[in-house]
């Protein structure tokens, strides 16, 4: 069953707020009060976008979100689903992170997780992940600047290199939390040059991503340390912990 958009609260999303989490968010408040249903369909991806005014690009990666949080379920050629509340794993409430400490903590449990995805994608990725990731890469080097479509690209990426582990579980709790901490991404726009944090971020990724299409397992897990060192240091994020 899908659910009549008239009875939902939606509103034009504003071009300065990140796009996918702000729509990930309003869809997530209309499942919280029960506008949206366990078992109902989401509308459609050009139908969303449409009454949002944002891309469908946008509107997947706000999917994908809801997804990684367990509040949707997607079927291939069908569309995504409300989930059953027992399904739903633990979420983090809007505004926990902004607690420096937690922002730490959660960075600290990405960081171990990335590593490891990394090189296992290494290992068992496919010619149809490699593709997804050179797609996500090349959505990022060709948006110019740091843009909200460079940031959604970003965070495709990584999902990308997740899903090539073939391990549900990185896709599913990378995905989760890359999610969460993409303010990093807002946050190193505003404290370094443009074009710097452009071209060092797409280095880092073409390094990790040369070295998954090698299948160099070390260098990729190598590859991806120093590109997690590197953004937790474009936001004056200590990792000398971890």
């Known amino acids: 069953m899908s659910i009549d958009l ?11 707020e990140h796009l996918p989490a702000r729509i990930a968010a309003q869809l997530a408040d209309e499942i919280s009060q029960g506008r949206l249903k366990p078992g109902e369909r989401l509308p459609t991806e050009h139908v969303l976008a449409k009454t949002l005014g944002v891309s469908r690009s ?16 997607t079927r291939q050629g069908v ?7 027992s399904a739903r794993p633990i979420r983090i409430k809007d505004g926990e ?7 730490r ?13 990394a090189g296992l994608a290494a290992v068992h990725h496919t010619s149809e992940d490699l593709a997804k990731i050179d797609e996500a890469l090349s959505r990022m080097t060709g948006a110019g600047k740091w843009t909200e479509q460079g940031i959604v690209a970003d965070l495709a990426f990584h999902r990308a290199v997740a899903e090539a582990t073939h391990n549900e579980y990185f896709a599913l709790f990378i995905g989760f939390i890359a999610e969460r901490i993409s303010m990093a991404i807002d946050a190193a726009r505003s404290r370094a040059v443009l074009e710097e944090i452009v ?20 260098g990729a897990r190598e590859a991806m340390r120093a590109h997690l060192h590197g953004a937790a240091s474009r936001i004056d994020l200590s990792l000398e912990q971890f």
């Open 58 to 73: 946008v509107v997947r990666e706000a999917i994908a979100q809801l997804r990684n949080e367990g509040l949707v379920e």
């Open 97 to 103: 992170l902004s607690e420096p400490q937690s922002f």
């Open 105 to 117: 903590a959660l960075f600290q449990l990405r960081v171990p997780l990335e590593i490891e995805a």
């Open 79 to 85: 569309g995504a689903f409300v989930s059953e509340p």
């Open 6 to 16: 008239g009875q939902l609260n939606f509103g034009q999303i504003r071009r300065s």
């Open 199 to 218: 071209e060092v971020t797409i280095a880092e990724h073409v390094r990790l991503r040369d070295a998954i299409a090698k299948r160099d397992g070390a």
